[in-house]
């Protein structure tokens, strides 16, 4: 008799994460001073378009008293510096604080001299080439090659342990635009898919009836905004309860909430808990006023260094949570509002860094929740209609 295997925890999928962040990229094989203006200057071009962070570890061994509050006893010590803000642990970060820390970031640039990436940049280095063959063992992803002054072929060992070496870009230091151009080229390529996600699972209980079945296009509205949404989308799914599911057309994809309870909150961090490296353009079944012109907007303007994009309401100028896209690194500030207990979308997006913008036509955002707003929309639809 053979048993089953007894799992202890639930099989959850997990991102994509390195030690800091989705993308990350350690910096080996020259000085540290090499290392850090490197590192500076690839940021410095960066950083108009893309949120860029840096890890090292400090020099100074001689530097054993704890900084100001923290010599006395306390664990944390917060202080706004006016132009940015500094936070002093006592206690060490491990892999999970570090990706909680870094996970709002675009690029994470790591001096590999002393901290490890799930990417390497490997420097061809004379002056550390004792150095680099101790750590060829951490050279499990290397991206790029580049040449240091003085150096002009790669090292034997560096051969040996990356066969495909010779397909890797191979630069001279000094090459800065090239360098750069890689970055760039890694970032976009590292552009998480997009998604798409119409949420169909509430009671709509002021309406009095399923609000993802009204026919105001020639189908239900659930299949209507879904068809809407395919062709910005790699996927697209409706959102429903585990009820509703069964009645979901099997020609459509459907995603069964698995956050109970948390309405719109609840179906969004369902999709991306199933699918957590993916990028969600979520949108409400009750909008049947919604153009491709407006969903083609958002897309363009989609900005992946903030958690979000979305419009500005033309009723009260808070950001519509409804009509979103929301990036992969909203799921872990989604839930840590939910640990604070909200469960509001519009409430993260107004307390996050988001990219807001003014919809091209502020009707398409009208949304349905009542038998009087329902009569009053078919009234538009029909002169819509008449005046095509």
Request: charged share 20%.
């Amino acid at each position: 008799m053979t048993l089953k295997e007894h799992k202890k925890h639930t099989d959850l999928k997990r991102p994509s994460l390195g030690n800091y962040n989705r993308n990350e990229y350690a910096i080996v094989g020259a000085p540290c001073t090499a290392i850090k203006f490197l590192a500076d200057q690839v940021i410095n071009a960066l950083s108009p378009g893309y949120k860029c962070a840096y890890a090292d570890t400090t020099h100074n061994d001689d530097m054993t008293l704890l900084p100001g509050r923290l010599s006395n006893g306390a664990a944390i010590e917060y202080t706004d510096q006016v132009n940015y803000c500094q936070l002093n642990y006592k206690l060490p970060f491990n892999t999970f604080k570090l990706r909680e820390v870094f996970a709002d970031c675009n690029l994470v640039l790591v001096n590999g001299n002393h901290q490890q990436a799930k990417s390497q940049v490997v420097i061809i280095s004379e002056s550390k080439k004792a150095s680099l063959q101790k750590r060829v063992d951490q050279l499990t992803n290397v991206k790029m090659l580049l040449l240091a002054e003085g150096t002009n072929e790669v090292f034997s060992f560096i051969k040996e342990a990356i066969p495909d070496w010779h397909q890797l870009p191979l630069y001279r230091m000094n090459d800065t635009d090239n360098i750069i151009t890689f970055f760039k080229k890694e970032l976009q390529q590292a552009t998480p898919v997009l998604n798409g996600l119409v949420l169909a699972g509430g009671k709509s209980e002021r309406m009095g009836f399923d609000k993802g079945a009204v026919n105001w296009h020639g189908k239900e509205q659930r299949y209507h905004m879904a068809d809407l949404l395919k062709p910005f989308c790699n996927e697209v799914f409706i959102s429903c309860r585990r009820d509703q599911q069964q009645d979901i057309d099997p020609g459509y994809l459907s995603a069964m909430d698995t956050f109970t309870g948390l309405g719109p909150y609840g179906a969004i961090l369902s999709a991306l808990r199933e699918k957590p490296d993916s990028a969600w353009l979520v949108v409400a079944c009750d909008l049947p006023l919604l153009s491709v012109n407006t969903l083609q907007y958002l897309v363009a303007n989609r900005n992946t260094s903030s958690i979000a994009t979305t419009y500005q309401s033309p009723h009260d100028n808070l950001p519509e949570p409804l009509i979103t896209i929301w990036e992969p690194k909203s799921y872990p500030v989604l839930l840590s509002f939910l640990a604070q207990g909200y469960s509001c979308p519009r409430k993260v997006l107004i307390n996050s860094e988001i990219t807001l913008l003014n919809a091209p036509d502020p009707d398409d955002l009208t949304n349905v929740n009542t038998p009087d707003e329902l009569v009053k929309i078919k009234r538009v639809l029909h002169q819509k209609i008449a005046a095509e």
